[in-house]
């Protein structure tokens, strides 16, 4: 790791005890520097130095808020997953890249009904986590309850 990376990492802020935010150079984030956040609810952590833009991979799973007076970032879960989180500088450059996994850190079950596949996050109830590749009906009824879900968190006046 360079010393950009290592001056990065000592500036991220650990979270809760469990996970920090993953400052690595041009690599992607390793699965275990992931920031867990549970469905519904925040995170509240630190935007890596010279930050000006973040990225969030699937807005699906995880929304994030930047705080630019306070350095922070609100983290949001909105459905179970993993998606991958990218800072960047104000020229457009890479500064830092993370994983934010939303849900539990139970394992990936996928229950194959002939044809048809479903993918499950497991620890400890397992909850349909729509991955590609689930069947048609798997993905469409999980696709509809998530809509559903996410509209009622929409307040009237935007929808």
Do not use: F, H, W
């Not at 950009?4 to 990492?9: E, F, G, H, P, V």
């Not at 990936?108 to 048809?116: F, N, Y």
């Not at 596949?117 to 349909?128: A, D, G, Q, Y």
Request: glycine fraction near 10%.
């Amino acid at each position: 790791m360079g010393s950009t990376a290592k001056r990065l990492q000592r500036m991220c802020v650990a979270m809760g005890g469990v996970a920090a935010l993953a400052l690595v150079g041009l690599a992607p984030a390793r699965a275990d520097d992931a920031i867990e956040v549970a469905l519904d609810q925040a995170k509240v952590a630190r935007i890596p130095a010279n930050a000006q833009t973040l990225i969030v991979g699937n807005p699906a799973i995880a929304d994030v808020t930047m705080l630019k007076a306070s350095g922070s970032m609100v983290i949001t879960g909105k459905g179970y997953g993993q998606t991958n989180l990218i800072a960047l500088d104000k020229k457009g450059e890479l500064v830092a890249e993370s994983s934010i996994r939303v849900g539990t850190n139970g394992a990936m079950l996928l229950v194959q009904r002939g044809l048809e596949r479903e993918s499950l996050s497991c620890s400890p109830k397992c909850v349909t986590s729509l991955q590609l590749g689930d069947g048609q009906q798997t993905y469409e009824r999980a696709r509809d309850q998530i809509t559903g879900r996410l509209g009622l968190a929409t307040p009237s006046a935007q929808r």
